[in-house]
Protein backbone atom coordinates (compact mmCIF):
# COMPACT_ATOMS: atom_id res chain seq x y z
CA UNK A 1 0.00 0.00 0.00
CA UNK A 2 1.64 3.47 -0.82
CA UNK A 3 1.98 5.77 1.98
CA UNK A 4 3.15 9.24 1.82
CA UNK A 5 6.40 7.89 0.68
CA UNK A 6 4.82 6.21 -2.31
CA UNK A 7 2.68 8.90 -4.23
CA UNK A 8 -0.34 7.88 -6.33
CA UNK A 9 1.19 6.49 -9.77
CA UNK A 10 0.29 3.93 -12.64
CA UNK A 11 2.26 0.53 -12.20
CA UNK A 12 3.21 -1.58 -14.84
CA UNK A 13 3.05 -5.63 -14.78
CA UNK A 14 3.95 -7.62 -17.92
CA UNK A 15 4.09 -11.64 -17.83
CA UNK A 16 2.59 -14.06 -19.97
CA UNK A 17 1.90 -11.44 -23.58
CA UNK A 18 -0.37 -9.48 -20.97
CA UNK A 19 0.40 -5.70 -20.03
CA UNK A 20 -1.88 -4.71 -16.95
CA UNK A 21 -1.54 -0.85 -15.93
CA UNK A 22 -2.55 -0.90 -12.31
CA UNK A 23 -4.48 2.76 -11.13
CA UNK A 24 -2.49 2.82 -7.31
CA UNK A 25 -3.89 5.61 -4.72
CA UNK A 26 -5.66 3.31 -2.41
CA UNK A 27 -6.09 5.82 0.08
CA UNK A 28 -8.46 7.51 -2.40
CA UNK A 29 -9.80 4.27 -4.04
CA UNK A 30 -7.58 4.62 -7.26
CA UNK A 31 -8.74 8.36 -7.96
CA UNK A 32 -6.29 9.23 -10.86
CA UNK A 33 -3.81 12.52 -9.95
CA UNK A 34 -3.60 14.79 -13.00
CA UNK A 35 0.23 12.85 -13.47
CA UNK A 36 -1.87 9.78 -13.82
CA UNK A 37 -3.88 10.34 -16.47
CA UNK A 38 -0.96 12.41 -18.00
CA UNK A 39 1.77 8.75 -18.07
CA UNK A 40 -1.56 6.40 -19.49
CA UNK A 41 -1.27 7.97 -23.09
CA UNK A 42 3.03 6.77 -22.67
CA UNK A 43 2.20 3.74 -20.93
CA UNK A 44 -0.11 2.80 -23.53
CA UNK A 45 1.85 3.43 -26.22
CA UNK A 46 4.81 1.54 -24.37
CA UNK A 47 2.63 -1.55 -24.68
CA UNK A 48 2.30 -0.86 -27.64
CA UNK A 49 5.57 -0.64 -29.14
CA UNK A 50 6.30 -3.98 -27.10
CA UNK A 51 6.36 -7.16 -29.14
CA UNK A 52 5.49 -9.66 -26.49
CA UNK A 53 2.66 -7.43 -25.27
CA UNK A 54 -0.68 -9.08 -27.19
CA UNK A 55 -3.55 -7.68 -24.16
CA UNK A 56 -3.57 -4.89 -22.41
CA UNK A 57 -5.26 -5.30 -18.88
CA UNK A 58 -6.51 -2.14 -17.24
CA UNK A 59 -7.26 -2.16 -13.01
CA UNK A 60 -6.98 -0.71 -9.70
CA UNK A 61 -4.47 -1.84 -7.27
CA UNK A 62 -6.34 -4.35 -4.47
CA UNK A 63 -10.16 -5.12 -4.91
CA UNK A 64 -11.60 -1.83 -3.74
CA UNK A 65 -12.02 -0.24 -6.51
CA UNK A 66 -10.99 -0.03 -10.20
CA UNK A 67 -10.85 3.83 -9.85
CA UNK A 68 -13.24 6.50 -8.12
CA UNK A 69 -12.60 8.89 -10.65
CA UNK A 70 -10.14 11.57 -10.97
CA UNK A 71 -9.00 12.60 -8.00
CA UNK A 72 -11.21 15.49 -6.65
CA UNK A 73 -8.85 16.71 -4.07
CA UNK A 74 -6.44 18.03 -6.58
CA UNK A 75 -9.55 20.05 -8.65
CA UNK A 76 -9.53 23.34 -6.58
CA UNK A 77 -5.47 23.36 -8.20
CA UNK A 78 -5.95 22.46 -11.07
CA UNK A 79 -9.48 21.90 -12.35
CA UNK A 80 -10.72 25.01 -12.03
CA UNK A 81 -10.45 28.22 -14.32
CA UNK A 82 -8.42 28.18 -17.48
CA UNK A 83 -7.11 25.23 -15.94
CA UNK A 84 -9.95 23.50 -16.23
CA UNK A 85 -9.52 23.17 -19.78
CA UNK A 86 -6.35 22.18 -20.08
CA UNK A 87 -7.52 19.10 -17.46
CA UNK A 88 -9.89 17.98 -20.02
CA UNK A 89 -7.58 17.91 -22.61
CA UNK A 90 -4.87 15.78 -20.50
CA UNK A 91 -8.05 13.74 -19.47
CA UNK A 92 -8.93 13.24 -22.86
CA UNK A 93 -5.63 12.32 -24.28
CA UNK A 94 -6.11 9.61 -21.73
CA UNK A 95 -9.41 8.40 -22.91
CA UNK A 96 -8.40 8.20 -26.32
CA UNK A 97 -4.83 6.63 -25.23
CA UNK A 98 -7.33 3.74 -24.45
CA UNK A 99 -9.92 3.86 -27.19
CA UNK A 100 -7.34 4.11 -30.17
CA UNK A 101 -5.13 1.59 -28.68
CA UNK A 102 -3.49 -0.98 -31.42
CA UNK A 103 -4.10 -4.26 -28.85
CA UNK A 104 -6.88 -5.29 -27.52
CA UNK A 105 -7.58 -4.13 -23.88
CA UNK A 106 -9.91 -5.02 -21.04
CA UNK A 107 -10.93 -3.52 -17.62
CA UNK A 108 -10.76 -5.59 -14.79
CA UNK A 109 -13.22 -4.43 -12.82
CA UNK A 110 -13.41 -4.58 -8.82
CA UNK A 111 -15.62 -2.34 -6.69
CA UNK A 112 -15.99 1.42 -7.57
CA UNK A 113 -16.38 2.00 -10.96
CA UNK A 114 -17.08 5.76 -11.00
CA UNK A 115 -16.50 8.94 -13.05
CA UNK A 116 -13.67 9.26 -14.84
CA UNK A 117 -13.05 5.63 -13.91
CA UNK A 118 -15.98 4.65 -15.30
CA UNK A 119 -15.09 6.48 -18.61
CA UNK A 120 -11.93 4.63 -19.43
CA UNK A 121 -13.44 1.23 -18.46
CA UNK A 122 -15.96 2.37 -21.18
CA UNK A 123 -12.99 3.27 -23.33
CA UNK A 124 -11.53 -0.16 -23.27
CA UNK A 125 -12.58 -2.75 -25.91
CA UNK A 126 -14.49 -5.28 -23.05
CA UNK A 127 -14.95 -5.37 -19.28
CA UNK A 128 -14.78 -8.12 -17.01
CA UNK A 129 -16.49 -7.15 -13.79
CA UNK A 130 -16.59 -8.50 -10.64
CA UNK A 131 -20.22 -9.01 -8.32
CA UNK A 132 -19.21 -6.47 -6.16
CA UNK A 133 -18.60 -3.56 -9.05
CA UNK A 134 -20.58 -0.51 -8.79
CA UNK A 135 -20.43 1.94 -12.17
CA UNK A 136 -21.72 5.43 -11.93
CA UNK A 137 -21.04 8.83 -13.12
CA UNK A 138 -21.60 11.67 -11.21
CA UNK A 139 -20.98 14.56 -12.76
CA UNK A 140 -24.49 15.94 -12.71
CA UNK A 141 -23.60 15.59 -9.14
CA UNK A 142 -20.53 18.27 -9.30
CA UNK A 143 -21.79 20.41 -12.14
CA UNK A 144 -19.13 19.13 -14.32
CA UNK A 145 -19.89 19.51 -18.15
CA UNK A 146 -19.63 16.14 -19.11
CA UNK A 147 -17.43 16.60 -22.64
CA UNK A 148 -19.01 15.30 -25.82
CA UNK A 149 -16.15 13.29 -26.88
CA UNK A 150 -16.89 11.13 -24.27
CA UNK A 151 -20.04 10.29 -24.39
CA UNK A 152 -19.62 8.15 -28.58
CA UNK A 153 -17.92 5.04 -26.18
CA UNK A 154 -20.45 5.27 -23.87
CA UNK A 155 -23.22 4.88 -26.54
CA UNK A 156 -20.53 2.36 -28.14
CA UNK A 157 -21.71 0.17 -24.92
CA UNK A 158 -24.91 1.45 -23.88
CA UNK A 159 -28.44 2.80 -25.52
CA UNK A 160 -28.82 6.38 -26.04
CA UNK A 161 -31.86 6.29 -23.54
CA UNK A 162 -29.42 4.45 -20.75
CA UNK A 163 -26.42 6.95 -21.87
CA UNK A 164 -29.03 9.76 -20.85
CA UNK A 165 -30.19 8.07 -17.64
CA UNK A 166 -26.32 7.10 -16.39
CA UNK A 167 -25.67 11.11 -17.02
CA UNK A 168 -29.11 12.90 -16.01
CA UNK A 169 -29.35 10.89 -13.03
CA UNK A 170 -25.84 10.15 -11.86
CA UNK A 171 -26.68 7.74 -10.34
CA UNK A 172 -25.18 3.80 -9.05
CA UNK A 173 -25.85 0.58 -11.06
CA UNK A 174 -24.59 -2.65 -9.92
CA UNK A 175 -22.67 -5.34 -12.03
CA UNK A 176 -25.59 -7.04 -12.79
CA UNK A 177 -27.21 -3.91 -14.13
CA UNK A 178 -24.25 -2.85 -15.75
CA UNK A 179 -24.34 -6.76 -17.51
CA UNK A 180 -27.73 -5.94 -18.72
CA UNK A 181 -26.74 -2.58 -19.58
CA UNK A 182 -24.38 -3.97 -22.01
CA UNK A 183 -21.55 -2.26 -19.87
CA UNK A 184 -20.45 -5.71 -18.60
CA UNK A 185 -19.16 -8.38 -20.70
CA UNK A 186 -19.06 -10.86 -17.81
CA UNK A 187 -19.63 -10.64 -14.32
CA UNK A 188 -18.01 -13.53 -11.67
CA UNK A 189 -17.51 -13.66 -8.36
CA UNK A 190 -14.55 -10.95 -7.02
CA UNK A 191 -12.42 -14.00 -5.83
CA UNK A 192 -12.52 -15.24 -9.49
CA UNK A 193 -11.92 -11.94 -11.37
CA UNK A 194 -8.19 -12.28 -11.98
CA UNK A 195 -8.63 -15.53 -13.02
CA UNK A 196 -11.49 -14.89 -15.40
CA UNK A 197 -9.86 -11.97 -16.97
CA UNK A 198 -6.46 -13.79 -17.28
CA UNK A 199 -8.08 -16.20 -19.22
CA UNK A 200 -10.00 -14.19 -21.49
CA UNK A 201 -7.15 -12.24 -21.91
CA UNK A 202 -4.91 -15.52 -22.54
CA UNK A 203 -7.77 -16.60 -25.26
CA UNK A 204 -6.88 -13.18 -27.21
CA UNK A 205 -2.88 -13.26 -26.51
CA UNK A 206 -2.60 -17.05 -28.28
CA UNK A 207 -4.72 -15.60 -31.60
CA UNK A 208 -3.00 -14.00 -34.47
CA UNK A 209 -2.45 -10.02 -33.29
CA UNK A 210 -2.87 -9.27 -36.77
CA UNK A 211 -6.51 -10.78 -37.51
CA UNK A 212 -7.41 -9.10 -34.04
CA UNK A 213 -6.06 -5.58 -35.40
CA UNK A 214 -7.94 -5.66 -38.15
CA UNK A 215 -11.54 -6.57 -36.90
CA UNK A 216 -10.71 -4.20 -33.95
CA UNK A 217 -9.61 -1.52 -36.67
CA UNK A 218 -13.06 -2.34 -38.76
CA UNK A 219 -15.47 -2.29 -35.78
CA UNK A 220 -13.94 0.88 -34.53
CA UNK A 221 -14.32 2.74 -37.81
CA UNK A 222 -17.90 1.41 -38.70
CA UNK A 223 -18.99 2.55 -35.51
CA UNK A 224 -17.62 5.88 -35.75
CA UNK A 225 -18.63 6.30 -38.72
CA UNK A 226 -21.55 3.98 -39.91
CA UNK A 227 -22.44 6.48 -43.61
CA UNK A 228 -19.35 6.45 -44.59
CA UNK A 229 -16.20 4.37 -43.14
CA UNK A 230 -13.03 3.82 -44.65
CA UNK A 231 -13.12 0.93 -46.33
CA UNK A 232 -10.39 1.07 -48.22
CA UNK A 233 -8.22 1.54 -44.93
CA UNK A 234 -9.70 -1.20 -43.49
CA UNK A 235 -8.83 -3.41 -46.36
CA UNK A 236 -5.72 -2.98 -46.23
CA UNK A 237 -5.37 -4.57 -42.28
CA UNK A 238 -7.30 -7.55 -43.89
CA UNK A 239 -4.49 -8.08 -46.87
CA UNK A 240 -2.04 -7.69 -44.16
CA UNK A 241 -3.29 -10.79 -42.37
CA UNK A 242 -3.32 -12.93 -45.43
CA UNK A 243 0.11 -11.55 -46.57
CA UNK A 244 1.72 -12.11 -43.32
CA UNK A 245 3.74 -14.97 -41.85
CA UNK A 246 1.29 -15.58 -39.51
CA UNK A 247 -1.48 -16.69 -42.02
CA UNK A 248 1.28 -19.37 -43.52
CA UNK A 249 1.31 -20.62 -39.35
CA UNK A 250 -1.85 -20.64 -39.07
CA UNK A 251 -2.52 -23.11 -42.24
CA UNK A 252 0.29 -25.25 -42.02
CA UNK A 253 -0.27 -25.84 -37.83
CA UNK A 254 -3.72 -26.83 -38.65
CA UNK A 255 -2.27 -29.16 -41.19
CA UNK A 256 0.24 -30.66 -39.08
CA UNK A 257 -3.19 -30.74 -36.00
CA UNK A 258 -0.56 -28.64 -33.74
CA UNK A 259 -1.12 -24.93 -31.75
CA UNK A 260 -0.15 -22.34 -33.92
CA UNK A 261 2.69 -19.97 -32.45
CA UNK A 262 1.93 -16.45 -34.05
CA UNK A 263 4.50 -13.48 -34.21
CA UNK A 264 2.60 -10.58 -35.77
CA UNK A 265 3.92 -10.41 -38.67
N1 LIG B 1 -11.03 11.87 -5.43
C1 LIG B 1 -10.35 12.04 -4.29
N2 LIG B 1 -10.55 11.32 -3.18
C2 LIG B 1 -11.49 10.36 -3.27
C3 LIG B 1 -12.23 10.13 -4.43
C4 LIG B 1 -11.98 10.92 -5.56
N3 LIG B 1 -12.60 10.76 -6.72
N4 LIG B 1 -13.11 9.12 -4.19
C5 LIG B 1 -12.90 8.73 -2.93
N5 LIG B 1 -11.93 9.48 -2.37
C6 LIG B 1 -11.39 9.37 -1.01
C7 LIG B 1 -12.39 9.86 0.03
O1 LIG B 1 -12.32 11.27 0.16
C8 LIG B 1 -11.92 9.11 1.26
O2 LIG B 1 -10.79 9.78 1.77
P1 LIG B 1 -10.64 9.95 3.39
O3 LIG B 1 -10.53 8.52 3.90
O4 LIG B 1 -9.38 10.73 3.51
O5 LIG B 1 -11.87 10.64 3.85
C9 LIG B 1 -11.44 7.78 0.68
O6 LIG B 1 -11.20 8.00 -0.70
C10 LIG B 1 -12.47 6.67 0.81
O7 LIG B 1 -13.68 7.13 0.25
P2 LIG B 1 -15.09 7.14 1.04
O8 LIG B 1 -15.96 8.18 0.41
O9 LIG B 1 -14.86 7.21 2.49
O10 LIG B 1 -15.57 5.67 0.66
P3 LIG B 1 -17.08 5.16 0.51
O11 LIG B 1 -16.99 3.69 0.33
O12 LIG B 1 -17.93 5.70 1.62
O13 LIG B 1 -17.62 5.84 -0.84
C11 LIG B 1 -17.53 6.50 -3.17
C12 LIG B 1 -17.03 5.53 -2.08
C13 LIG B 1 -16.77 6.14 -4.49
C14 LIG B 1 -19.04 6.34 -3.38
C15 LIG B 1 -17.22 7.94 -2.74
O14 LIG B 1 -15.86 8.01 -2.28
C16 LIG B 1 -17.38 8.96 -3.83
O15 LIG B 1 -18.50 9.35 -4.13
N6 LIG B 1 -16.26 9.40 -4.46
C17 LIG B 1 -16.27 10.39 -5.47
C18 LIG B 1 -16.61 9.74 -6.78
C19 LIG B 1 -16.77 10.79 -7.86
O16 LIG B 1 -17.56 11.69 -7.76
N7 LIG B 1 -15.97 10.64 -8.93
C20 LIG B 1 -16.04 11.51 -10.03
C21 LIG B 1 -14.97 12.52 -9.97
S1 LIG B 1 -15.13 13.61 -11.35
Known amino acids: MPTEATPPTLRTLIEGGICTIVADNPARLNAYTRDMWEALPRLIREAEADPAVRVIVLRGAGTKAFSAGADISEFEGNRTGAEARRYDEINHEAFEAVGRAKKPTIAMVHGYCFGGGCELAICCDMRWVAEDAIFSIP????SIGYNPRWIRPMLAVMSAAKAKEMLFTGRRYSAAEALAMG????VVPAAELEAATRKVAEEMAINAP???RAAKESIDELFAHPENPDLARLDHFV????ESEDYAEGRRAFMEKRKPQFRGR
Open 139 to 142: AAKL
Open 239 to 242: EACF
Open 210 to 212: LSI
Open 183 to 186: VANA
